[in-house]
């Protein structure tokens, strides 16, 4: 085991997720056995916790923002045209609406194929998703790629799936992006978005589906919440509370 | 590249981190009016030197503009000897309590916590800020603010040890 000491001066850099898996083994065995180190990493990580209240981050008022973009024009000498250049800053590039109503078409046609199969996928869907969720949690598994910028993240998928997930980043809302990874769900590869609120982890299984997935509230000590919007399933699985994890839901229909 | 297609990118990669340098500018200058300032300044900075931006994680980019920016207006406003103290009366919380007493508590707490970030010495103030509200790697704080990873880690240390002291946490 390693020393007080040490372990003392790895606890900040294990908070902060700086640690390879073996030092971190190292660090935690430590604490398992060693009440006084604990205290301390107990006290460090609620700090930890408060720091990231989403009350305590400032948010840049909506003037700031056309402020900036009418300055940025003028320097870069284009005429002052707010309204287009606004909205291609929400769709980054046409393509990508014309793939969503392609996507729609696809997966229509893909579930009409897929219809007498869904009727009694709901559960194991359901056992599929509880199966990954806590096989993200042991090991290395949880993420393939690490972020926290949706822009990082959303061209990773691009080649591992047949379709694009919306990737969104709700860290202002206190669910930051993690990562992702791609993962096995219903005989197909699925987008799999990684998200952390406080010390809990959220995934957010996402397929082309139309067909409504039915899930009951809570599995195996988890709950759960799945939607469908613009021909995607969605399906959100968590050791959160239930009310937390449907506020994270809101956040991602709205 | 042209000029158009350059803020086209610029908008891309930079513009959408807004939100992080806003909340960098407004714990570091402790005002709302003078955040925006700077932060404007950074995006004009930024823009400017875009051409020296070589990809990666335009955020980390982005804040050590907003940091320079505002470490440079605090450097002047220091030496016109402007008071930079730390005026609690100004500073005390900005939002309204919410009404149940769980809500009350939290608040007390958030604010008190406020209190103690402003108090921090800027130096140790940037680093936590980085870390634990825009949550940068250490690699990424030690560029965005000019230092030594073991700066990084030794500065966030005192700040939170600071933090704790002053939230009275024993």
């Known amino acids: 085991m390693i020393s007080c000491r040490s372990a003392l001066s790895l606890i900040e850099p294990l908070l902060d997720s700086e640690l390879d898996a073996a030092r971190k083994a190292d660090v935690e065995e430590h604490l398992r056995e060693c009440p006084n180190c604990y205290v301390v990493f107990e006290r460090l990580k ?78 194991d869907v359901t056992q599929q998703v509880v199966a990954s969720h806590v096989r993200s949690m042991i090991g290395d598994h949880l ?37 992702g990874r791609v ?3 219903d005989r197909r590869s699925v987008a799999a978005l990684i998200y952390r609120h406080r010390q809990h982890v959220i995934n957010l299984f996402v397929w082309p589906s139309s067909t409504a997935v ?3 509230e809570a599995a195996s000590g988890f709950s759960l919440v799945a939607w ?27 | 590249m042209n000029e158009p297609g350059k803020l086209e990118l610029f908008e891309q990669t930079i513009v959408p981190h807004l939100n992080a340098a806003y909340n960098l500018a407004r ?24 051409d020296g931006f070589k990809g990666g994680d335009g955020r980390a980019w982005l804040l050590a503009v907003v940091r320079n920016t505002c470490l440079t207006w605090l450097g002047r406003r220091s030496a016109a000897a402007v008071s930079v103290e730390f005026d609690e009366r100004k500073h005390r919380g900005e939002r309204e309590p919410e009404g149940t007493e769980e809500a009350l508590i939290r608040d007390a707490k958030l604010r008190a916590l406020r209190n103690c970030i402003e108090a ?4 140790y103030r940037e680093v936590i800020v980085m870390r634990e509200m825009e949550e940068l790697p250490y690699r990424e ?22 933090l704790l002291e002053c939230m009275g946490v024993r």
């Open chain 1, 183 to 185: 993962d096995y769900i």
């Open chain 2, 141 to 162: 704080i030690a560029e965005a603010a000019s230092l030594p990873v073991g700066t990084v880690m030794s500065r966030l240390a005192r700040g939170r040890a600071r």
């Open chain 1, 46 to 123: 609620r700090l930890n916790e408060d720091l990231r209240s989403p009350g305590l981050r400032y948010e840049a008022p909506e003037r700031l923002r056309s402020e900036v973009m009418s300055g940025l024009r003028q320097a870069a000498g284009v005429a002052a045209t707010p309204a287009p250049i606004r909205v291609s800053r929400r769709w980054p590039a046409n393509s990508w609406a014309i793939a969503a109503t392609a996507l729609l078409a696809f997966s229509a046609c893909w579930n009409l194929v897929l219809l007498r199969s869904q009727k009694s996928a709901g559960n």
């Open chain 1, 214 to 216: 039915r899930v009951p």
């Open chain 1, 228 to 254: 469908n919007k613009a021909g995607m399933a969605y399906f959100a699985i968590s050791d959160l509370n239930r009310t937390e994890l449907l506020r994270f839901a809101d956040l991602y229909r709205r």
């Open chain 1, 143 to 179: 993420l393939d790629i690490k972020s926290t910028d949706q822009h990082n993240v959303k061209p990773w998928f691009d080649g591992k799936l047949d379709y694009a997930p919306d990737v969104r980043d709700f860290a202002a809302d206190g669910f930051p992006l993690i990562g």
């Open chain 2, 27 to 50: 714990w570091l200058m402790r005002d709302s009016g003078d955040a925006e300032d700077a932060v404007h300044e950074a995006y004009l900075r930024a823009f400017r030197f875009f």
């Open chain 2, 120 to 123: 921090l010495p800027v130096e």
